[in-house]
């Protein structure tokens, strides 16, 4: 599974179960009591270090891969990764009870190619990220500025003259924004269905876990739509890569 950030693995059903697990908060004062009692504040600050213990063993450990962390990339690409580590956190948790069995096992299956859907996610939101910081360094309207001061209306450049090779440069800048605009909002448009269809199969990941004992007969078509959901989330980042390699020359 990709590595997430620890914000996003405390934030969980089982870390707040042992927040807020009535046993373990007993336990915990008992300790402490008795602690305090027997050692003064230093029996204290001991039942809270086993308390606090208790909740950082609870805390899901990162697997290989990784580190994803929405916040370390801005506005709207942070809340696509976002979307995307939440629901796949959901998933583990909709087949996390599920009886043993093929199903099970298969839906386990279908919960690692979601991590390389997650993964591919991150890596778009990074590159999507790197190619709109590059575009805030171009300024097209001042080239366009520049482009009606080198040749207003009526006039006319020579050919082989310095203006005229000012005008490529100028119409280069502008024509390179112009893709870079298209790129990002292309971008952001197929990152916004991708989620969509990665909320989709929580959603029927959840049915096939309440629908376990019919024996989960969606679940090859759930399979085959995860595998072309990762496809296509595999060609977006290709081609931002591509792009990607472009931007700085441009």
Do not use: C
Not at 144 to 160: D, F, K
Not at 200 to 220: H, Q, Y
């Amino acid at each position: 599974m990709a590595r997430l950030h620890f914000r996003d693995r405390f934030f969980t059903p089982k870390v707040a179960r042992a927040v807020t697990s009535p046993s373990a908060i007993l336990a915990t004062g008992a300790f402490a009591a008795v602690g305090a009692l027997a050692f003064g504040p230093i029996g204290l600050l001991a039942g809270l270090v086993g308390y606090a213990g208790r909740v950082a063993l609870a805390v899901p450990r990162n697997e290989r891969g990784p580190n994803i962390d929405p916040f370390a990339v801005k506005e709207p690409w942070r809340s696509f990764v976002g979307d995307a580590v939440k629901g796949r956190r959901r998933y583990d948790e909709a087949i996390e009870d599920m009886p043993a069995g093929p199903l099970k096992e298969r839906l386990v299956e279908i919960g690692g190619r979601l991590d390389t859907g997650l993964v591919e996610v991150w890596n778009i939101a990074k590159r999507g990220q790197v190619i709109a910081d590059a575009r805030r360094h171009l300024n097209p309207d001042e080239a366009r500025w520049e482009m009606a001061q080198l040749a207003p209306p009526g006039t006319t450049i020579a050919p082989g003259s310095t203006n005229e090779q000012t005008m490529a440069s100028l119409q280069a800048q502008v024509a390179a924004a112009d893709r870079m605009d298209r790129v990002i909002r292309d971008t952001i448009d197929r990152l916004r269905l991708l989620d969509a269809r990665f909320d989709e199969t929580v959603t029927r990941a959840v049915e096939l876990s309440v629908d376990a004992p019919s024996g989960g007969t969606g679940v090859g078509g759930l399979g085959d739509d995860v595998d072309g959901m990762v496809t296509e989330m595999e060609a977006l980042r290709q081609a931002l890569d591509e792009t990607d390699q472009a931007s700085p020359g441009t």
